[in-house]
């Protein structure tokens, strides 16, 4: 991917075709210096970044994060040979006479979760992790795909969704499940900027933004500005307060890993960090072609298109500058690029990248920390209203302790199968059990 490729976006404003060179041209190269990757600090667990620009900005940057945030795929499987929904729908069957959301399943030695209900078009759902898998009984000669596959942000960073891809492929053939042909439905490519915080960057201000899109909104988290997003359906570019956003979410799961892949201290949640993110649904990417190609479909493509897609989505579609833009007299063209956005034009992906996140081990789905503060919480209570008085305070670990050990060792010796089950189901979602 060291070479992008060139790609040719049909804008339905405009009848001829869009071409852009996918190399982030040589005048906006000219502009930001060279991108480089600093020895300094360089991470063993993500792709590192440092670009040289005549601002001050720069010198805040530490380091500059891209890869695929969000996967989407649409599959023509056939399931005429397997038994596969068949047993989904007796577990599914269970959690709706018991009122469960979802049960434990395992089929052919992989651990997932059965939920009580899916989607239009999609009435049987599983998971595991953050990675969903929706089935239906359609004929594969029918023109509606048989299986939807999303993949969650944590495991598209680490291992990443090819190696998600082939996995569920191989657990496919093992059930002798045979996918014909597949599609991106939908995917968003991201590019976190680690040291700049978003109150440095006057996106609020629409004045100066350039973009295809007439949808734009500003966002706040009380009183707090939080961040920007443009454009509404095939292509949305969304520019937010990362650390806030994990911060509020209380995801502590991926605060873990992309603190990782940041080069921070796990407990770091004052340094800045700004992600720029543009999803694109089906719609776009089958207008964009690719040399010889008609429009972006498989993985492969994907992989070697995306710093082509990145490149027109920041050249092209969107741009923010450093002034008002005279739109009165159309000369929006003539105005010069803001710093931060000649730092966005620069990002690249690269395939060392996607390796060395195949490496990183992610640590659980689920925000452990959040739900052991809430049961520290529950259980001080608890004890606080046990206690004989206030004399008693410093004992409450132990008072705490003892109760929460009979009450498990309890439900173990007299309910053992409920207990069992939501374990599995815990477990299942807090592994991606697809190894």
């Known amino acids: 991917m060291k070479q992008r490729q060139q790609i040719c976006l049909k804008e339905k404003r405009n009848d001829d075709p869009v071409m852009l060179k996918s190399s982030c041209e040589e005048s906006s190269r000219s502009l930001i210096g060279t991108s480089t990757r600093g020895s300094a600090g360089e991470s063993s667990e993500g792709g590192q970044t440092h670009i040289t620009c005549p601002h001050q900005l720069s010198k805040k940057l530490k380091k500059v994060y891209s890869g695929v945030d969000t996967l989407h795929l649409s599959l023509f499987a056939d399931f005429t040979e397997s038994f596969i929904i068949d047993e989904i729908e007796k577990v599914r069957d269970l959690c709706r006479e018991y009122d469960q959301d979802k049960m434990p399943f395992m089929f052919f030695s992989r651990n997932w979760n059965v939920h009580r209900s899916g989607r239009k078009r999609y009435p049987f759902h599983i998971s595991t992790g953050d990675v ?7 004929p594969v000669t029918s023109f509606m795909p048989t299986c939807s596959i999303e993949i969650g942000s944590i495991s598209c960073h680490a291992p990443g969704p090819w190696e998600i891809y082939e996995k569920i492929v191989k657990f496919f053939d093992s059930c002798e499940i045979v996918i014909s042909k597949y599609h991106i439905k939908r995917v968003d490519l991201s590019a976190d900027f680690v040291g700049i915080s978003i109150e440095d960057i006057d996106l609020w201000d629409m004045r100066k933004i350039v973009s295809r899109a007439n949808k734009r909104s500003v966002h706040y988290s009380g009183a707090t500005y ?6 509404r359906g095939n292509i949305v570019a969304r520019v937010y307060n990362k650390q806030l956003e994990l911060k509020e979410r209380q995801a502590t799961a991926k605060a873990d890993l992309f603190r990782r892949l940041w080069d921070l201290d796990l407990t770091d949640s004052d340094t800045p960090v700004v992600r720029v993110e543009f999803q694109y649904r089906r719609e776009a990417l089958k207008t964009m072609k ?6 972006i479909e498989t993985l492969d493509e994907l992989k070697n298109t995306m710093n082509g897609i990145w490149a027109y989505s920041s050249q092209t579609w969107l741009q923010h500058k450093v002034d008002v833009v005279d739109r009165k007299n159309r000369h929006h063209d003539r105005a010069d690029l803001s710093p931060f956005w000649l730092e966005v034009q620069a990002v690249e992906f690269s395939e060392k990248d996607l390796q060395i996140n195949r490496k990183t081990k992610v640590r659980g789905f689920i925000n452990v920390k959040a739900l052991i503060d809430q049961a520290a919480g529950c259980l001080t209570t608890a004890c606080a209203a046990l206690m004989p008085n206030l004399g008693e305070t410093r004992s409450i670990p132990q ?14 010796q007299y309910d053992f199968d409920k207990f069992s089950d939501k374990v599995k189901i815990t477990f299942n979602d807090s592994h991606l059990c697809l190894s």
């Open 132 to 138: 969903h898998v929706f089935l239906n009984r359609y």
């Open 226 to 231: 939080s961040g920007v997003s443009i454009g």
């Open 399 to 412: 008072m705490a302790s003892s109760a929460i050990k009979m009450h498990l060792k309890r439900r173990v």
């Open 290 to 295: 690719i040399e010889g190609q008609n429009f």
